[in-house]
Nanobody, 115 residues
Framework: QVQLVESGGGVVQPGGSLRLACARSGSTSRLNTWGWYRQPPGKQRELVANIVTFGSTKYADSVKGRFTISRDNAKNSVGLQMNNLKPDNADVYYC?????????WGQGTQVTVSS
């Protein structure tokens, strides 16, 4: 059973930075795609950034140049460095991994951007 555990959310002022982390257990497959998603209230989850097995990345237009996704295959983990945060970046952020055989989600971590 694959499990994802997220950490790193919190409260930050506009212009500040946070780093989210997500660690995976239960699977050692390195053929996977990691992603970070956000879910605005009343809306579907939307992609923030993802990174595929060999390192190619994709970002939502709204975060390009401010957010960086990275993966650590040895530690089975992914991170999201968020810089110059804006109030509209506030949301619950979810980690997701797509592996052979399934898609798994973390429990979500709250990011609050407020002065």
């Amino acid at each position: 059973q694959v499990q994802l555990v997220e950490s790193g959310g919190g409260v930050v002022q506009p212009g500040g930075s946070l780093r989210l982390a997500c660690a995976r257990s239960g699977s050692t497959s390195r053929l996977n795609t990691w992603g970070w998603y956000r879910q605005p209230p009343g809306k579907q989850r939307e992609l923030v950034a993802n990174i595929v097995t060999f390192g190619s990345t994709k970002y939502a237009d709204s975060v390009k140049g401010r957010f960086t996704i990275s993966r650590d295959n040895a530690k089975n983990s992914v991170g999201l460095q968020m810089n110059n945060l804006k109030p509209d970046n506030a949301d619950v952020y979810y980690c997701r991994v797509d592996v052979i055989g399934g898609t798994y989600w973390g429990q979500g971590t709250q990011v609050t951007v407020s002065s």
